[in-house]
C-alpha cells in the first residue's frame, strides 16, 4: 500500500514537472517573439499554435486586433465577445466586467456557442486595452491552459504598450491626429482607426465636427490667464 501510494505520488510529481516545464517553454517562446519584434498577428498565431485552439484579441470597442487559429483548423473565425454581447444582453454586463481590472483569466461558457471560451483581460497600467480569447474548440483546455493564456495575455499587453509608444511618437512627429483628418494627411482609414484606438477614440462611431473662428485671439489668451 505504501509502494502504491509512493508511485502514484511520484507520477504526480512528474506530471506536475512536466507542467511547469512546458509552461516556462510558452513563456519563453512567446517573449523571444517580442524581444525579436514580432507583431500582433505573430504573436496570436504562436498563442494559437500552443494551445492547439482559435485564438482572437479584440479592444473595448469589439474591434478584432489580431486573430489566429493552429494549422489543422478549418472553422470560421470566432466571433468578438462584443457582438456575442449585442446578440445576447444577458451577457453585454459579463463581458463588461472583463476590461474591470481584473488580471485572472478564466472559462466563460458563451450564450450562443457550444464551446467554452478562454478569456484573458490585456491590462497597461490602469486600463484594459483588448481581451484575449481562446475558443475550445479542437482541444479542451487544461488549468495549463489557463495559466498560459494568462501570462500570454501579459505578453500581448507588451506588444500594445510598443505599439502605443510608437504611434504617440508618430503622433509627435506628424502632428495632432485631428489635424491629421481635417488634412487627409493619413495613410487609410485603418491606420487611421488605429491611431484613434489607442488615443482611446472610437471612429467607429458618428462624430461631429465643431469648427469655431475667434475674431479676437488676443481677448482670449486675456481671458484664458484670469481663469
Given at each position: ?14 506530471r ?7 509552461l ?19 504573436l ?7 494551445v492547439?485552439n ?17 494549422s ?5 473565425e ?11 444582453r ?6 463588461g466586467?472583463l476590461?474591470?481590472?481584473d ?13 467554452l ?27 495549463l ?8 495575455a501579459?505578453v ?13 511618437t ?13 488634412t ?9 482607426n488605429?491611431?484613434?484606438?489607442f ?29
Amino acid at each position: 500500500a505504501l509502494q502504491c501510494r509512493t508511485e502514484r505520488a511520484l507520477k504526480e510529481l512528474h506530471r506536475s514537472l512536466d507542467s511547469i516545464a512546458r509552461l516556462r517553454d510558452i513563456q519563453e517562446r512567446l517573449t523571444e517573439l517580442v524581444l525579436r519584434g514580432a507583431k500582433l498577428p505573430s504573436l496570436t498565431a504562436a498563442i494559437a499554435t500552443l494551445v492547439e485552439n482559435p485564438v482572437l484579441l479584440e479592444d473595448r470597442y469589439g474591434t478584432v486586433l489580431s486573430a489566429g487559429a493552429p494549422s489543422d483548423w478549418s472553422g470560421p473565425e470566432p466571433v468578438t465577445l462584443a457582438q456575442l454581447a449585442k446578440q445576447e444582453r444577458a451577457f453585454e454586463r459579463e463581458i463588461g466586467e472583463l476590461f474591470q481590472l481584473d488580471h485572472r483569466a478564466h472559462l466563460l461558457t458563451v450564450p450562443g456557442e457550444e464551446r467554452l471560451r478562454l478569456v484573458a483581460p490585456v491590462i497597461v497600467g490602469n486600463e484594459t486595452l483588448a481581451v484575449l480569447s481562446v475558443t475550445q474548440a479542437l482541444r479542451v483546455l487544461s488549468d495549463l491552459d489557463i495559466l498560459a493564456v494568462q501570462g500570454a495575455a501579459t505578453v500581448v499587453a507588451l506588444v500594445l504598450m510598443r505599439e502605443r509608444a510608437v504611434l504617440e511618437t508618430e503622433r509627435r512627429l506628424q502632428g495632432d491626429l485631428l489635424g491629421d483628418i481635417l488634412t487627409g494627411k493619413f495613410e487609410s482609414e485603418e491606420d487611421l482607426n488605429r491611431r484613434a484606438r489607442f488615443l482611446g477614440y472610437n471612429l467607429l462611431h458618428p462624430h461631429v465636427l465643431l469648427v469655431v473662428s475667434i475674431d479676437d485671439s488676443e481677448l482670449l489668451v486675456k481671458f484664458g490667464e484670469r481663469e
